[in-house]
């Protein structure tokens, strides 16, 4: 019904920059908050970044100032403009939104995820 789907992981050096998209299509009504997560190996997942509707924007602590979050409401895309990347920022990378389809006079809000996009930073 709702399809999450990333792009822009990779292969990079320790300084590198990289650019993550994830287009939201499918049965969409609106989208609320878009946001990155990643998760290392062996470590749970983490917050990196969000953006409500309104476009106000949170990072967690080890990104701030070296990332960047933006969406696209037109298209649906989120975006997270990595820079100054470093080995630490190595995992795998999914793309999250809270979506509200509707399905003929229904609405319902519920939580998506991307499949995950792998950035890995040599260093």
């Known amino acids: 019904q709702v399809q999450l789907v990333e792009s822009g992981g990779g292969l990079v050096q320790a300084g590198d920059s990289l650019r993550l998209s994830c287009a939201a299509s499918?049965?969409?009504?609106?989208?609320?908050?878009m946001g990155w997560y990643r998760q290392a190996p062996g470590k749970q997942r983490e917050l990196v970044a969000s953006i409500n509707s309104g476009g106000s924007t949170n990072y967690a602590d080890s990104v701030k100032g070296r990332f960047t979050i933006s969406r696209d409401n037109a298209k649906n895309t989120v975006y997270l403009q990595m820079n100054s990347l470093k080995p630490e920022d190595t995992a795998v990378y999914y793309c999250?939104?809270?979506?509200?389809?509707?399905?003929?006079?229904?609405?319902?809000?519920?939580?998506?995820w991307g499949q995950g996009t792998q950035v890995t930073v040599a260093s």
């Open positions: 499918g049965s969409i009504f609106s989208i609320n908050a």
């Open positions: 999250n939104a809270l979506i509200k389809t509707l399905v003929v006079i229904t609405t319902t809000t519920r939580e998506y």
